[in-house]
């Protein structure tokens, strides 16, 4: 499988996606946890089917010294063990705020309630942001068919 576009050798796609990829690195720089993120990123990208993101993020979580165990179980983060109760409320927001269609009204008072027990304003921000950012990542590379397996550790940096 190969992708339907090179986005970094189309001059005017690859500023746009300059741009964008100095978001991520915003949120990377956040106060919000280096394993939130990731479990954070993996699930969404779970939820949207992204291949590539899936790749990439169970690596980076990986590299991160995250364990096995907190990697294969983020899809059944619900019935799982392994997880504080601010990575559930960061999981649950991720969750809603992915699915906010399915919802019809949006993300619920309480599951915003359960998150900012858990997270500061600055981290709230930076939770929001990652959900945002991580759902363009993988629509763009959804359509775009981005070919996953290859991504190596820290390979955006």
């Known amino acids: 499988m190969s992708a339907r576009l090179d986005v970094f050798a189309i001059p005017s796609a690859g500023k746009v996606m300059k741009q964008f990829m100095s978001l991520g690195h915003l949120v990377v720089q956040s106060p919000l946890p280096a394993a939130t993120r990731e ?8 939820i949207n089917g992204c291949a590539v993101c899936i790749d990439m993020h169970t690596k980076e979580a990986a590299a991160a010294g995250e364990t096995s165990v ?41 599951v915003w309630e359960r998150a900012a027990k858990h997270y500061d304003e600055e981290q709230l921000v930076a939770l929001v942001t990652l959900i945002a950012f991580m759902n363009t990542a993988n629509r763009l590379n959804v359509v775009l068919q ?12």
Do not use: C, H, M
């Not at 981005?146 to 940096?157: H, L, M, R």
């Open 146 to 157: 981005q070919p996953a397996g290859d991504y190596q550790p820290g390979q955006f940096k």
């Open 39 to 46: 479990l954070v990123s993996l699930r969404v990208s779970q």
């Open 70 to 110: 907190r990697i294969n179980l983020v899809a059944a983060w619900r019935e799982a063990t392994v997880y504080t109760e601010a990575e559930r409320a960061a999981l649950e927001l991720a969750e809603q705020a992915t699915r906010i269609a399915d919802g019809a009204g949006g993300v619920p008072d309480e």
